[in-house]
């Protein structure tokens, strides 16, 4: 009885010993991934510890070509800063390929005297093996990996050392699997990255034609602006930046600005207008006039901030239109709409906006203390959210409403 409760606390301390092990690995692991290889370095250290290995390598399999690859092969000969040499071979070659092939774990106790054993990994490495354990690794009932060790420190890879091994296996499956996901995260952000510096690029204004506009004879004062009826084809597109720029520099008497940036706004928001036959360049000037005209010739209370906010708005709230509606975008399964649920192409119009406001030369409300720069941009956003048909209706309905009864209120921010 005595010996069965010794070989029980053996056997306890044993297994509290290897979750301890493991949770360690687990930590240092998940917490640090940063790229594949860090993950793979630390996967070998640990498996060296856990089954007292002087070598460890791991092999991943690339399904595309049915070969397995190792960029770093022997922990012990490792040095980060020289470049590791890529170690191929075909699945179904060597002890490694026979794991992976067909999911058994080998544990040979003599490299040599085994026929699977391939010795070519020697020659290029340098280093004889003797005895070898290897087993693959999993996740989600495939084989993404092996992982092998070699030459036991003292003695042969015992039965035991399988079992931990196996255990330890389930945690390598999960580190890789989502150090694979990083890293392919990581590649989708620098495509990314350079997309939008290749975009930003082209859908900028160039210096000559800020320095064109900056030269163009304005007139000081545009009195047919301030008419309802004047026509946006009264103007060529060409020329349309310069009546926009009057009217910028109007609505923005009150408020600092430098004239660069009014300049450099108002042709980069030019550029990123598609040729749809709609909703285009010329209908963005036809709005905006619109508004310009309501705020210099009506009766009405908007501050200083909220005029400018409308007339920006109006300039922009049909960006980078495609010329589909909301209901098409969806349908279709427009990337956009997979963004955007709700109000899809305006939401893409005020994120345009915004990402115009931040490109270099661009900023013109850079003056705007950080308060009334967030009322900016929330008055922006909320006028071109609302231009949106399925907001448009019921907002109409609801003002009309007010006006019928007599209950509008300019002072009510809400009516207002």
Same mark, same amino acid.
């Not at 992976?100 to 774990?105: D, L, Y």
């Not at 915004?354 to 308060?371: A, H, R, T």
């Given at each position: 009885?005595?010996? !069965?409760?010794? !070989?029980?606390?053996?056997?306890?301390?044993?297994q509290?010993?290897?979750?301890? =092990?493991? #949770?360690?690995?687990?930590?240092? $692991?998940?917490?640090? $991934?940063?790229?594949m290889?860090?993950v793979?370095?630390?996967?070998?250290n640990?498996?060296?510890?856990?089954?007292?290995?002087? &070598?460890?390598?791991?092999?991943?399999?690339?399904?595309?070509?049915?070969?397995?690859?190792?960029?770093i092969?022997?922990?012990?000969?490792?040095?980060? /800063?020289?470049?590791?040499? !890529?170690?191929?071979?075909?699945?179904?070659?060597?002890?490694?390929?026979? *794991?992976?092939?067909?999911?058994?774990? #080998?544990?040979?106790?003599?490299?040599?005297?085994?026929?699977?054993?391939?010795?070519?990994?020697?020659?290029?490495t340098?280093?004889?093996?003797?005895?070898?354990?290897?087993?693959?690794i999993?996740?989600?009932?495939?084989?993404?990996?092996?992982?092998?060790?070699?030459?036991?420190?003292?003695? $042969?890879?015992?039965k035991?050392?399988?079992?931990?091994?196996?255990?330890?296996? $389930?945690?390598?499956?999960?580190?890789?699997?989502?150090?694979?996901?990083?890293?392919?995260?990581? &590649?989708?952000?620098?495509?990314?990255?350079?997309?939008m510096?290749?975009l930003?690029?082209?859908?900028?204004c160039?210096?000559?034609?800020?320095?064109?506009?900056?030269?163009?004879?304005m007139?000081?004062?545009?009195p047919? #602006?301030?008419?309802?009826?004047?026509?946006?084809?009264?103007?060529? /597109?060409?020329?349309?930046?310069m009546?926009?720029?009057?009217?910028?520099?109007?609505i923005?008497?009150?408020? &600092?600005? !430098?004239?660069?940036?009014?300049?450099?706004?108002?042709?980069?928001?030019?550029?990123?207008?598609?040729?749809?036959?709609?909703?285009?360049?010329?209908?963005a =000037?036809?709005?905006?006039?619109?508004?310009?005209?309501?705020?210099?010739?009506?009766?009405?209370?908007?501050?200083?901030?909220?005029?400018?906010?409308?007339?920006?708005?109006?300039?922009?709230?049909?960006?980078?239109?495609?010329?589909?509606?909301?209901?098409?975008? *969806?349908?279709s399964?427009s990337?956009l709409?997979?963004i955007?649920?709700?109000?899809?192409?305006?939401?893409?119009?005020?994120n345009?906006t915004?990402?115009?406001?931040?490109?270099?030369?661009?900023?013109?409300?850079k003056?705007l203390?950080?308060?009334?720069?967030?009322?900016?941009?929330?008055?922006?956003k909320?006028?071109?959210?609302?231009?949106?048909?399925?907001?448009?209706?019921?907002?109409?309905?609801?003002?009309?409403?007010l006006?019928?009864k007599?209950? =509008?209120?300019?002072?009510d921010?809400?009516?207002?």
């Amino acid at each position: 009885m005595c010996v !069965e409760y010794v !070989e029980m606390y053996n056997s306890m301390m044993k297994q509290r010993k290897l979750n301890e =092990f493991l #949770l360690t690995v687990t930590k240092s $692991i998940f917490q640090d $991934i940063v790229s594949m290889d860090t993950v793979i370095m630390k996967i070998m250290n640990y498996a060296k510890k856990l089954v007292n290995a002087d &070598r460890a390598s791991l092999f991943l399999v690339d399904t595309k070509t049915r070969e397995l690859y190792a960029r770093i092969f022997d922990t012990g000969k490792v040095d980060e /800063n020289i470049p590791q040499k !890529e170690i191929r071979f075909p699945m179904d070659k060597g002890v490694a390929g026979h *794991v992976a092939s067909t999911g058994h774990i #080998l544990n040979i106790p003599d490299a040599y005297m085994d026929d699977r054993f391939n010795r070519n990994v020697d020659l290029q490495t340098g280093y004889r093996t003797q005895t070898l354990l290897c087993m693959p690794i999993y996740i989600r009932g495939s084989i993404i990996g092996v992982v092998q060790m070699v030459n036991k420190l003292e003695g $042969i890879f015992t039965k035991a050392d399988e079992e931990s091994f196996e255990t330890f296996g $389930i945690y390598c499956g999960l580190a890789l699997h989502h150090a694979k996901l990083y890293d392919k995260i990581r &590649r989708s952000e620098q495509k990314y990255k350079v997309a939008m510096d290749v975009l930003s690029y082209h859908s900028q204004c160039s210096p000559e034609e800020a320095e064109y506009l900056l030269k163009m004879q304005m007139p000081q004062n545009i009195p047919e #602006l301030l008419q309802y009826d004047f026509s946006p084809w009264a103007v060529e /597109n060409d020329e349309k930046p310069m009546y926009v720029l009057h009217m910028m520099k109007d609505i923005f008497s009150t408020t &600092r600005f !430098e004239i660069n940036d009014l300049v450099h706004f108002t042709l980069t928001v030019k550029k990123n207008y598609r040729n749809v036959p709609y909703h285009n360049w010329a209908h963005a =000037f036809s709005v905006a006039h619109a508004m310009f005209t309501v705020v210099k010739t009506a009766n009405h209370m908007f501050t200083p901030l909220e005029t400018l906010a409308l007339y920006v708005a109006c300039l922009c709230h049909d960006l980078d239109h495609r010329g589909k509606t909301n209901a098409f975008m *969806v349908k279709s399964a427009s990337p956009l709409a997979a963004i955007y649920s709700t109000s899809t192409m305006e939401h893409h119009h005020f994120n345009q906006t915004v990402m115009i406001l931040q490109n270099d030369g661009n900023n013109i409300f850079k003056y705007l203390s950080s308060e009334e720069y967030k009322k900016i941009l929330s008055d922006i956003k909320h006028c071109i959210l609302a231009t949106d048909l399925a907001l448009f209706f019921s907002n109409r309905a609801r003002l009309q409403e007010l006006c019928d009864k007599d209950q =509008f209120k300019w002072e009510d921010t809400e009516h207002r």
